[in-house]
């Protein structure tokens, strides 16, 4: 406990030096650092015990009582590792408390997604001899990459307003500062503990000291993809790393026409793909994606006239394709870490290697059920377990679009028929295609499975989205 403060955070992300940085923080006699006390699938760290005599069913219910008794450490300065995707109710109880330290703990984004990658490849997240090491190269993709890039960069934008706001500042670290003793002291001074530090904590090696070229087996094509990025619209964190826009990657131009998709994820974007390539008679791989905000400012200045639009789905039919391709199944595309939290924490009745012989209708609708309810507490973060793209409310989707642009419609999925030709009318087309049927994943269509409960359910969890546009029963 110091004058200046009564916790500390370090915000990191994975693969970023932050267990170097804690091994350090806890060598000083009046730091202690737990881990990751708040991610959402263990406590401090893999296969630990409970931290401070609370377990994780007890922080999950209320993670004040863990944040509380890091707080009253007696002869110790408490702290943890926040991630961004850790337990979101957190965030907003750390950021308000001038007590609380920050330390924000970068790297360059390219480093750390590979040797996030490698980790994954061998298995290996750290490494004490070299003895032991493990050694693969990483396969650049570059969906995947800007992905973890816009996570990454949006939390960063809120750390720094919230900082901002609330008038805090932050220690910033960089992941080459970790090499220094002094920086680490200088950390040290900056929390209120007058000890120093002779060395460095050394029982943890860099695993992956080669140059980038050599740990990257696509490497040419990964200097293609990041040569697309526009650092010059990017560039607004304290640590100059490039910042995404509002999913403008995933928008979607016609190949000939003036006109946008701006998807919203769950949402029938294959029959829209579908329709808007045969709009120009054009196959998939010709409409244009994955632009940057400078190449799609150029696209609109190019294209006068042009319209931007996107598709509503209806909530519960919306929820049933999520909870089927990304939480019943355990194949490609399913969150199979996540699955096993919902299983083990919200008692999801999920079959343990995904759907068999027996599991039949009524398992379906009892498990879409549980799921329903999952959904309602964790879109009022009420839960440990970040909302998922797949899942939030579409309100919400539309309210990030307008960070760059608004689409010119908002269509749904059961006018699209109509309203589509109706669109490529007002940009000159005679005849529109016909819109593909939507293909159901999962063991069960959601009308084998839908009833008054099922509704109800789907209204709890989506009371915005049926307030603000209207929805009303699916059937």
Same mark, same amino acid.
């Given at each position: 406990?110091?004058?200046?403060?009564?916790?500390?955070?370090?915000?990191?992300?994975?693969?970023?030096?932050?267990?170097?940085?804690?091994?350090?923080?806890?060598?000083?006699?009046?730091?202690?650092?737990?881990?990751?006390?708040?991610?959402?699938?263990?406590?401090?760290?893999?296969?630990?015990?409970?931290?401070?005599?609370?377990?994780?069913?007890?922080?999950?219910?209320?993670?004040?009582?863990?944040?509380?008794?890091?707080?009253?450490?007696?002869?110790?300065?408490?702290?943890?590792?926040?991630?961004?995707?850790?337990?979101?109710?957190?965030?907003?109880?750390?950021?308000?408390?001038?007590?609380?330290?920050?330390?924000?703990?970068?790297?360059?984004?390219?480093?750390?997604?590979?040797?996030?990658?490698?980790?994954?490849?061998?298995?290996?997240?750290?490494?004490?001899?070299?003895?032991?090491?493990?050694?693969?190269?990483?396969?650049?993709?570059?969906?995947?990459?800007?992905?973890?890039?816009?996570?990454?960069?949006?939390?960063?934008?809120?750390?720094?307003?919230?900082?901002?706001?609330?008038?805090?500042?932050?220690?910033?670290?960089?992941?080459?500062?970790?090499?220094?003793?002094?920086?680490?002291?200088?950390?040290?001074?900056?929390?209120?503990?007058?000890?120093?530090?002779?060395?460095?904590?050394?029982?943890?090696?860099?695993?992956?000291?080669?140059?980038?070229?050599?740990?990257?087996?696509?490497?040419?094509?990964?200097?293609?993809?990041?040569?697309?990025?526009?650092?010059?619209?990017?560039?607004?964190?304290?640590?100059?790393?490039?910042?995404?826009?509002?999913?403008?990657?995933?928008?979607?131009?016609?190949?000939?026409?003036?006109?946008?998709?701006?998807?919203?994820?769950?949402?029938?974007?294959?029959?829209?793909?579908?329709?808007?390539?045969?709009?120009?008679?054009?196959?998939?791989?010709?409409?244009?994606?994955?632009?940057?905000?400078?190449?799609?400012?150029?696209?609109?200045?190019?294209?006068?006239?042009?319209?931007?639009?996107?598709?509503?789905?209806?909530?519960?039919?919306?929820?049933?394709?999520?909870?089927?391709?990304?939480?019943?199944?355990?194949?490609?595309?399913?969150?199979?870490?996540?699955?096993?939290?919902?299983?083990?924490?919200?008692?999801?009745?999920?079959?343990?290697? #995904?759907?068999?012989?027996?599991? *039949? /209708?009524?398992?379906?609708? @009892?498990?879409? !059920? %549980?799921? =329903?309810?999952? +959904?309602?507490?964790?879109?009022?973060?009420?839960?440990?377990?970040?909302?998922?793209?797949?899942?939030?409310?579409?309100?919400?989707?539309?309210?990030?679009? #307008?960070?760059?642009?608004?689409? *010119? /419609?908002?269509?749904?999925? @059961?006018?699209? !028929? %109509?309203? =589509?030709?109706? +669109?490529?009318?007002?940009?000159?087309?005679?005849?529109?295609?016909?819109?593909?049927?939507?293909?159901?994943?999962?063991?069960?269509?959601?009308?084998?499975?839908?009833?008054?409960?099922?509704?109800?359910?789907?209204?709890?969890?989506?009371?915005?989205?049926?307030?603000?546009?209207?929805?009303?029963?699916?059937?």
């Amino acid at each position: 406990m110091t004058e200046k403060f009564d916790s500390f955070v370090v915000f990191a992300e994975m693969r970023t030096g932050s267990n170097f940085l804690e091994a350090n923080l806890n060598s000083f006699k009046g730091i202690s650092c737990y881990g990751e006390a708040f991610n959402p699938f263990f406590m401090g760290y893999p296969k630990s015990e409970p931290i401070l005599g609370i377990d994780q069913a007890a922080r999950d219910a209320d993670p004040q009582r863990l944040l509380d008794a890091i707080r009253g450490r007696e002869g110790a300065l408490g702290g943890f590792r926040y991630f961004h995707d850790h337990d979101p109710r957190v965030f907003d109880k750390i950021i308000k408390d001038h007590r609380c330290a920050k330390i924000v703990l970068t790297r360059n984004p390219v480093d750390s997604y590979v040797s996030w990658k490698i980790a994954q490849a061998t298995g290996q997240w750290k490494l004490t001899d070299v003895k032991a090491q493990k050694v693969a190269q990483a396969v650049f993709d570059a969906d995947e990459f800007n992905a973890h890039l816009d996570a990454l960069q949006a939390f960063q934008v809120t750390l720094l307003n919230r900082l901002q706001t609330s008038g805090q500042s932050a220690f910033y670290v960089a992941y080459e500062d970790l090499q220094s003793v002094d920086v680490i002291n200088g950390l040290a001074r900056y929390l209120g503990v007058d000890e120093t530090l002779d060395g460095l904590d050394k029982k943890l090696k860099k695993q992956n000291p080669s140059p980038i070229s050599a740990k990257v087996s696509n490497y040419d094509e990964m200097l293609d993809a990041l040569s697309r990025l526009d650092r010059f619209d990017l560039t607004r964190t304290p640590n100059f790393e490039p910042r995404r826009g509002p999913q403008v990657p995933s928008y979607v131009a016609a190949a000939t026409s003036n006109l946008i998709y701006l998807p919203i994820k769950g949402g029938p974007q294959e029959q829209v793909l579908d329709w808007l390539a045969s709009l120009d008679s054009v196959p998939r791989d010709a409409l244009r994606s994955k632009m940057s905000q400078k190449e799609l400012r150029q696209w609109k200045r190019k294209n006068p006239g042009h319209r931007g639009f996107t598709v509503l789905r209806h909530p519960v039919f919306r929820a049933h394709d999520a909870f089927c391709r990304h939480i019943l199944a355990t194949g490609p595309g399913s969150y199979a870490q996540l699955r096993r939290t919902l299983v083990r924490r919200y008692k999801l009745p999920l079959p343990e290697d #995904g759907p068999d012989a027996r599991y *039949d /209708r009524d398992a379906h609708h @009892e498990a879409f !059920a %549980a799921f =329903l309810r999952f +959904l309602k507490g964790n879109l009022a973060g009420q839960t440990a377990i970040r909302v998922d793209g797949a899942w939030c409310s579409q309100a919400q989707a539309v309210a990030g679009f #307008g960070d760059f642009c608004l689409p *010119d /419609r908002i269509i749904r999925e @059961e006018d699209m !028929a %109509a309203d =589509l030709a109706d +669109l490529a009318a007002a940009i000159g087309h005679d005849a529109s295609p016909a819109v593909p049927a939507a293909q159901e994943s999962g063991p069960f269509a959601l009308a084998d499975i839908y009833d008054e409960e099922i509704e109800k359910l789907a209204a709890e969890a989506y009371q915005r989205d049926y307030m603000i546009f209207g929805f009303s029963a699916w059937r």
